[in-house]
Nanobody, 124 residues
Framework: QVQLVESGGGLVQAGDSLRLSCTAS????????MGWFRQAPGKEREFVAR????????YYADSVKGRFTISRDNAKNTVYLQMNTLKPEDTGIYYC?????????????????WGQGTQVTVSS
């Protein structure tokens, strides 16, 4: 069992930056790929970014490519999402999750042990 706790969300203006953190319990964090998803009101949960176990491979949704950076510190059991040049359409609840596959796809079905989420609101 893995428990995830996200933090770092907040209310910012368009063009600002935020860094989200997701800290995992347990000793097997480095064994899993990790992903970030987000969900806006009335919309389905959508993929944002993924990072491999060793951080050697990352993948981003087209909507955030070039603005967001996913990283991880296995010694701290933490995965990060650095979000720059935020836009109002980035607003939503951001969740981290554990990948069930070596290279999980962008579907939420490839992930488990979701955190409770952290709210990000970007005003125009």
């Amino acid at each position: 069992q893995v428990q995830l706790v996200e933090s770092g969300g907040g209310l910012v203006q368009a063009g600002d930056s935020l860094r989200l953190s997701c800290t995992a319990s347990g000793r097997t964090f480095s064994s899993y790929a990790m992903g970030w998803f987000r969900q806006a009101p009335g919309k389905e949960r959508e993929f944002v970014a993924r990072i491999s176990r060793s951080a050697g491979n990352t993948y981003y949704a087209d909507s955030v490519k070039g603005r967001f950076t996913i990283s991880r510190d296995n010694a701290k059991n933490t995965v990060y999402l650095q979000m720059n040049t935020l836009k109002p359409e980035d607003t939503g609840i951001y969740y981290c999750a554990v990948g069930l596959l070596l290279i999980p796809r962008v579907t939420p079905n490839d992930y488990a042990y979701w955190g409770q989420g952290t709210q990000v609101t970007v005003s125009s």
